[in-house]
T-cell receptor, first 110, second 112 residues
């Protein structure tokens, strides 16, 4: 079966601190991978997507970056967190007709 | 500019009755529409979809209707059950593109 892992599940970080969220995918090779953020009242916003190792496309200008060091690993990072980076971060992989989501990471920046 | 709009942030429906969630879109290039269900602190799960060549797709208690001329789709849940309480996201995909564009979601409350 194809599974998406995200960690940590919950994270509380001070403003100005760095961030690293990890997503790993099992059971499939060379998937298209996506990072979304769900912020209050804003639905699901696509942040980054990747079609392969080292290939990252950014959808919105922001304080975050993404990397794909391995085929099944997708990392979301920041050098200095802002209060506005708080939200629920979701990793997703492309399926045949839809996308499948991981369990998410809740980030609270204080 | 929001291409997929869910104008009702929340909806309350009595258990056993029909729940109707609405969605409007602006981009005529969308060729595939999806509904996702999301519980708190979990990732969204795919619920049902419809291709632009159809006007209805049914899966058990869930039916999605598509009105292309009005650029409108709706999700019907009947009968509504307590476990249906969740946030429902309408989403759409553009021809030739894997990216999916989501609406802001509608929170559905099923009342006992």
């Amino acid at each position: 079966s194809q599974t998406i892992h995200q960690w940590p599940a919950t994270l509380v970080q001070p403003v100005g601190s760095p961030l690293s969220l990890e997503c790993t995918v099992e059971g499939t090779s060379n998937p298209n991978l996506y990072w979304y953020r769900q912020a209050a009242g804003r639905g699901l916003q696509l942040l980054f997507y990747s079609v392969g190792i080292g290939q990252i496309s950014s959808e919105v200008p922001q304080n975050l970056s993404a990397s794909r060091p391995q085929d099944r690993q997708f990392i979301l990072s920041s050098k200095k967190l802002l209060l506005s980076d708080s939200g629920f971060y979701l990793c997703a992989r492309q399926g045949q007709e839809t996308q499948y989501f991981g369990p998410g990471t809740r980030l609270l920046v204080l | 500019d929001q291409q997929v709009k869910q104008n009702s942030p929340s909806l309350s429906v009595q258990e056993g009755r029909i729940s109707i969630l609405n969605c409007d879109y602006t981009n005529s290039m969308f060729d595939y529409f999806l509904w996702y269900k999301k519980y708190p602190a979990e990732g969204p799960t795919f619920l049902i979809s419809i291709s632009s060549i159809k006007d209805k797709n049914e899966d058990g208690r869930f039916t999605v209707f598509l009105n292309k001329s009005a650029k409108h789709l709706s999700l019907h849940i009947v009968p509504s059950q307590p476990g249906d309480s969740a946030v429902y996201f309408c989403a759409a995909r553009i021809v030739g593109d894997d990216k999916i564009i989501f609406g802001k979601g509608t929170r559905l409350h099923i009342l006992p």
